[in-house]
């Protein structure tokens, strides 16, 4: 049998679900289980080669690979499968190894075959929003499940799976690679180049925005096909700590509100510069001050916002306004639209699964508590939308979220942040 007839059959068996055959496919591991008492399928290693255990022959058997010092299974490497080989393989693809495990541990095990398979990257966010948009209350029996929609017996299957899959980081995920720990010369090279250049005018914010955008874009790029590719993944990775520590520190936030200091052109690798010793000294007072100040900030607001809105009522179902927020409803977002009303000629208009067909790619006014007519501090119920017209007990607290946000956005600032240029939507500010 040759590695991949074996890996595809040692996965129908349910060998994905022991953290044991895992490591010993994509790693060199020392045996410490005597011959006999390895289980059916299971997979053996020994200085002779990769073997698997036969339940047939009752013994092991070896797998046509010869040894030669490295793991069974590279990381990188692709399998073809053919469609039905596994159950969540509907067509003939090549893939790699580890999608075809992964879909096996985080979407195979939890929902069957519900999940289709994805060859690429897996968005988890937007698998857990949809979750989240389709859950509900555990059926009776198995059989009576719909297939569209996710049950909490599932989601624990989905958050066992989660845990189980974090074992694997050692063996798929690097923490470094030599050019992680260094930076292209080239990018330093063109970073004297654009700081030290009299036209332009660093101090300027847009200005340091766009130079510190192409510097950062030409060190992201230089990471093309390196290991570390994998790794360095968050947002902040390379705008932020890649470029504070290799390209420059900049502009840190200043004592004032909204201020900044003056651009700081070494980076923390340069070492300080001493010369500008004020300006670090500044920021770092500023980023522990805010982080008191501003925290307080949010839940000062929050009180206040939840004893200006303990008296809001819902007095009446409809106030009749013929103002509303702009939306456009689309097929990602639609499900978030039903059971609110649009304004329509004739009133009022709820969007339903029966009638969202004929709203989509179309901008619809959407009914608003911001918009709402009925006299302050009191939202009739259409303006408040499905959600929270069903609970008009909680509406002091909703009306307080305004608190947490700004809590949230506060300690998010005193992080470490990079400086970018964004276009402003005030329709979607406003809405
Ligand atoms: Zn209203």
Redesign the pocket.
């Known amino acids: 049998m040759d590695k991949r007839e074996y890996f595809i059959r040692a996965l129908n068996e349910g060998l994905y679900r022991d953290k044991r055959w895992v490591l010993r496919m994509f790693s060199l591991v020392r045996e410490n289980q005597k011959e006999d008492q390895v289980p059916d399928w299971m997979a053996y290693q020994s200085t002779g080669g990769f073997f698997y255990k036969d339940p047939e022959a009752g013994r092991l058997v070896q797998l046509d690979e010869k040894p030669n010092g490295k793991p069974l299974i590279d990381y990188d490497e692709d399998i073809f499968i053919k469609k039905g080989e596994l159950p969540f393989i509907t067509e003939d693809m090549t893939t790699k190894y580890r999608r075809v495990l992964l879909h096996a541990v985080m979407f195979w095990y939890p929902f069957g075959t519900k999940e289709k398979f994805t060859n690429g990257q897996v968005d988890l966010g937007k698998f857990e929003t949809r979750i989240a948009k389709n859950f509900a209350d555990d059926a009776e029996t198995q059989e009576a499940e719909l297939p569209e929609l996710y049950y909490p017996r599932q989601l624990e299957l989905y958050y066992e799976a989660g845990s189980y899959l974090r074992s694997f980081a050692m063996l798929f995920v690097p923490a470094a690679s030599p050019k992680s720990l260094s930076i292209d010369p080239a990018v330093l090279k063109r970073r004297d180049e654009l700081l030290n250049d009299p036209n332009i005018n660093i101090d300027d914010q847009a200005i340091a925005a766009q130079v510190e955008a192409e510097l950062v874009k030409m060190d992201k790029d230089s990471f093309k096909g390196d290991l570390a590719e994998r790794f360095l993944i968050s947002k902040k990775d390379f705008p932020v700590i890649r470029k504070k520590r290799m390209i420059a520190v900049g502009s840190e936030s200043g004592l004032r509100d909204g201020s900044k200091t003056p651009y700081i052109k070494a980076s923390l690798d340069d070492g300080i510069d001493i010369q500008r010793f004020p300006d670090y000294n500044n920021g770092m007072r500023s980023g522990s001050y805010k982080r008191g100040v501003e925290t307080q900030a949010g839940g000062e607001l929050f009180k206040w916002l939840i004893r200006q809105a303990l008296n809001i009522q819902m007095p009446m179902d ?2 009749g ?1 013929k103002i509303g927020m702009p939306d456009i409803i689309d097929d990602a977002n639609k499900t978030q639209f039903l059971g609110y009303s649009i304004i329509g000629e004739k009133g009022p208009i709820i969007l339903a699964e029966d009638n969202i067909g004929s709203y989509l790619g179309k901008t619809v006014l959407r ?1 608003s508590p911001a918009t ?3 006299g302050a501090p009191d ?2 119920a ?2 408040l939308g499905p959600k929270l017209s069903s609970n008009p007990d909680a509406l002091p607290v909703a009306f307080s979220q305004f608190g947490n946000d700004v809590m949230l956005e506060s300690m998010g600032a005193m992080h470490g942040k990079s400086l970018e240029i964004a276009l402003f939507d005030i329709v979607e500010q406003a809405s």
Do not use: I, V
Request: glycine residues 0%; proline residues 0%.
């Open positions: 409809d106030c306004t009914r709402c007519r009925t939202y009739c259409t303006c």
